[in-house]
C-alpha cells in the first residue's frame, strides 16, 4: 500500500511542474534585444615564412662529373663570381690544349697560303728536281750497261733486275720532285686558301666549346649572398641533371616572408599596406614590414603549422611582405603574419 502512494505523490509532483512551465511568461525568454554581430578584425592573420629578397638560389652542375673542391661553408658571405664549387676537369683542360694547337697549326697553314713560298723554298725546290733529274740520268745509264752485260752473259738476271728497279725509283722520285716545284712556284688558288679558312674557323669553334665546357666545371656564385646550404662535398658525385644542388645562397641584405592569406581575406589585401610577423622564438617582438606583391592566382598551402585541425587542402592566396631593413630573421623560419587592411 505504502508503494502505491509513493507513485501517486510522484505523479502529481510530475504534472504541477509541466502546469508551471505551461503558464509561465513567455516575455522572459524572448526579453533582452538580439545578439549583436561582431564585426570583422582589421587585421588579417596569417601563416608564413622568411626567406631571402632573392629567395633560395639552388647551385647545382651543369655537367656530370666528381666535386673536387667546395671551398665555402654554410653562412658564409659570397660575392658575384666567386668560385663555391669545382669539378674534377683534367681531361676538359687536355681537351682545351689539344684545340688551341690544332688552332695555331691552322693558322700557320693558311699564312703559308697567303704569304706564298719564301725566294728561299724556292731555290731549294729547284734544287731537288736537279738532283732528282741527275740521280734519273744516273740509273738509266747503270741499267743500260748491265743490260748490256746482262745479254752477254756476264751477269746474273738479279743484277740487272735490281738496275731497273733503280731505274723507276729515280723517274718517281724525279716526278714527285717536279710536282713540288710546280707547288711552290704556282700562285695559291683561290679555293685552296678558301678551305684553309674554313678549317682555321672550324678549329677555332672547337677551341670556344672547349674552354666553355672547362668553365661550366669551375661554378660560380650568380649573386653577393650568404651561403644556407652546403649539400655536397668534395669527392661526391654530381649530374648534370641538376636535380641535386651543391650549395643553396640567398640575397639576406633584405628579408621577405611569403604569407599564406586564406580565400575568404583576398579582397581585403593591396599592395603598400603595414604588416608585421611574430615568431615564437623571439616572444613577442614584432617584425614590421609592408606588403609589396599579392598573388594572381589561389593554390594550396605552402606553410604547415603544428595544429592537428589544419585544413591543409584550404585554398590561400601568396602574399610576399617585405621586413624592414636591419631585421635579422633566419631563412626559413616560421612566422606568424599580421596585415593591417584599415
Not at 504541477?16 to 592573420?45: C, I, N, Q, Y
Not at 688552332?103 to 723554298?121: I, Q, T
Request: hydrophobic letters at 40%; proline letters at 4%.
Amino acid at each position: 500500500m505504502k508503494n502505491k502512494w509513493w507513485i501517486l505523490a510522484g505523479v502529481v509532483l510530475l504534472a504541477g511542474s509541466f502546469l508551471a512551465v505551461a503558464h509561465s511568461p513567455k516575455t522572459t525568454a524572448m526579453s533582452g534585444p538580439p545578439a549583436a554581430v561582431a564585426s570583422r578584425s582589421p587585421v588579417v592573420v596569417a601563416a608564413g615564412r622568411v626567406e631571402p629578397q632573392s629567395e633560395e638560389i639552388k647551385i647545382a652542375s651543369q655537367l656530370d662529373g666528381k666535386l673536387a673542391e667546395v671551398p665555402v661553408e654554410e653562412g658564409q658571405t659570397v660575392r658575384r663570381g666567386q668560385v663555391v664549387a669545382v669539378l674534377d676537369n683534367g681531361d676538359y683542360r687536355a681537351r682545351l690544349e689539344l684545340a688551341e694547337a690544332t688552332v695555331a697549326e691552322k693558322e700557320a697553314a693558311l699564312d703559308r697560303l697567303n704569304n706564298g713560298s719564301r725566294r728561299e723554298e724556292r731555290r731549294e725546290s729547284a734544287a731537288e728536281v736537279r738532283e732528282a733529274e741527275a740521280v734519273l740520268e744516273n740509273a738509266r745509264a747503270e741499267r743500260e750497261r748491265r743490260a748490256k752485260l746482262f745479254d752477254a752473259k756476264v751477269i746474273a738476271r738479279a743484277e740487272f733486275e735490281t738496275a731497273d728497279r733503280e731505274l723507276k725509283v729515280a723517274e718517281a722520285r724525279l716526278a714527285e720532285a717536279r710536282e713540288r716545284n710546280e707547288l711552290v712556284d704556282n700562285q695559291t688558288r683561290v679555293e685552296d686558301r678558301d678551305r684553309a679558312a674554313a678549317e682555321l674557323a672550324e678549329a677555332r669553334a672547337q677551341v670556344s666549346e672547349a674552354r666553355a665546357l672547362l668553365d661550366k666545371t669551375i661554378i660560380r656564385s650568380p649573386i653577393d649572398g650568404v651561403i644556407l646550404r652546403k649539400k655536397l662535398h668534395a669527392g661526391e658525385s654530381v649530374s648534370g641533371k641538376g636535380d641535386t644542388p651543391i650549395v643553396t645562397l640567398g640575397d639576406c641584405s633584405r628579408l621577405r616572408v611569403r604569407a599564406d592569406v586564406d580565400e575568404t581575406d583576398v579582397a581585403r589585401i593591396r599592395d603598400g599596406q603595414p604588416a608585421w610577423v611574430t615568431a615564437e622564438a623571439f616572444g613577442d617582438r614584432r617584425f614590421t614590414g609592408h606588403v609589396i606583391r599579392v598573388g594572381q592566382i589561389l593554390g594550396r598551402k605552402n606553410v604547415r603549422t603544428d595544429e592537428p585541425t589544419e585544413r591543409v587542402d584550404t585554398k590561400i592566396l601568396e602574399t610576399m611582405i617585405e621586413l624592414d631593413p636591419g631585421q635579422q630573421l633566419p631563412s626559413g623560419l616560421r612566422v606568424d603574419t599580421f596585415i593591417d587592411t584599415k
